[in-house]
């Protein structure tokens, strides 16, 4: 099975800034299938991007993802309080779908 | 906009079933654009997915639970349940079930259930 590993485990920014999360995949990830995800405690998981750069309905254009083959990307390009969460990635390019441990962003 | 809301038991004995239910509201299960899955997050871990079902009732399952797991659905209640059985500590997770999209190979995940914590202990 595909091994996301993602970097960093935790990113402390303030908001405004720039935030970039990293999601390496142990082999290439066919067809871009990656998606990511944001995560807030008690809240279910919300869609962000699919297939490696599309935005999902309602996600604001200042997340952006990037990537392809074993590396992919999300850039958050100036962060909204409301953007401080979890950030998973998730690749559905072959079975069993997995997911990296995830990225923390937190509050600086 | 669909939303699941998972439901069952929050401790569950050594050697015996996990049974959990997932409503799904604003939508038809009987939708055959998707699929309905199950994923979990074991405390400290990543999310590992389970696997999914079909509204025609066809499966497809992580090779790691697959001799332990099964789901089905239940179209009348708009429903979908996981059964795990001989669960052990190690099975002790929060539980999510979640819309999987089901054209072409896009496999990802465009709703989610806020996930339901079950203890494995006696």
């Known amino acids: 099975e595909i091994v996301l590993t993602q970097s960093p485990g935790t990113l402390s920014l303030s908001p405004g800034e720039r935030a970039t999360l990293s999601c390496r995949a142990s082999?290439?990830?066919?067809?871009?299938?990656l998606a990511w995800y944001q995560h807030k405690r008690g809240q279910a998981p919300r869609l962000l991007i699919y297939?490696?750069?599309s935005r999902a309905t309602g996600i604001p254009d200042r997340f952006s993802g990037s990537g392809s083959g074993t590396d992919f990307t999300l850039t958050i390009s100036r962060l909204e309080p409301e953007d401080f969460a979890v950030y998973c990635c998730q690749q559905y390019g072959s079975s069993p779908y997995t997911f990296g441990q995830g990225t923390k962003l937190e509050i600086k | 906009q669909v939303q699941l809301q998972e439901s069952g038991p929050g401790l569950v004995k050594p050697s015996q079933t996990l049974f959990l239910t997932c409503t799904v509201s604003g939508g038809s299960i009987s939708s055959g654009d998707y699929y309905w899955s199950w994923i979990r997050q074991a405390p400290g871990m990543g999310l590992e997915w389970i696997g999914y079902i079909h509204y025609i009732g066809s499966t497809f399952y992580n090779p790691s639970l697959k001799s332990r797991v099964t789901i089905s659905v239940d179209t009348s209640k708009n429903q979908f349940s996981l059964t795990l059985r001989s669960v052990t500590a190690a099975d002790t997770a929060v539980y999510s079930c979640?819309?999987?999209?089901?054209?072409?190979?896009?496999?990802?995940?465009?709703?989610w259930g806020q996930g339901i914590l079950v203890t494995v202990s006696s």
């Open positions: 297939g490696a750069s």
């Open positions: 979640a819309r999987q999209m089901g054209h072409g190979g896009s496999r990802y995940f465009d709703s």
């Open positions: 082999q290439s990830v066919s067809s871009s299938y």
